[in-house]
């Protein structure tokens, strides 16, 4: 159990780019590609999370404009009422 924490404690470090001095070429090549593939990974999500944010505000944007043209409605049947009251 020992082991397996120093082992995971080791993998930890290296992935922060700490204590890289003892690595061999092919673990860092390695390390790498680990890397760059969790790069990847994040920004797959973070551009899911934008998308999803963009639809949200569009979503937003249509009622809000659906709104804003109810509305506009109302105040000219609201004027109209009030001119012919007059």
């Given at each position: 159990?020992?082991?397996?924490?120093?082992?995971?404690?080791?993998?930890?470090?290296?992935?922060?780019?700490?204590?890289?001095?003892?690595?061999?070429?092919?673990?860092l090549?390695?390390?790498?590609?680990?890397?760059?593939?969790?790069?990847?990974?994040?920004?797959?999500?973070?551009?899911?999370?934008?998308?999803?944010?963009?639809?949200?505000?569009?979503?937003?944007?249509?009622?809000?404009?659906?709104?804003?043209?109810?509305?506009?409605q109302?105040?000219s049947?609201?004027?109209?009422?009030?001119?012919?009251?007059?």
């Amino acid at each position: 159990m020992k082991r397996e924490t120093l082992n995971l404690q080791l993998s930890l470090q290296r992935y922060k780019g700490d204590d890289l001095n003892s690595a061999q070429y092919e673990e860092l090549n390695e390390l790498e590609k680990q890397l760059e593939n969790a790069v990847s990974k994040v920004r797959a999500r973070k551009l899911e999370l934008l998308q999803q944010q963009m639809e949200n505000l569009k979503r937003t944007e249509r009622m809000l404009e659906k709104e804003n043209q109810e509305m506009c409605q109302w105040v000219s049947f609201y004027r109209k009422s009030i001119i012919h009251l007059t």
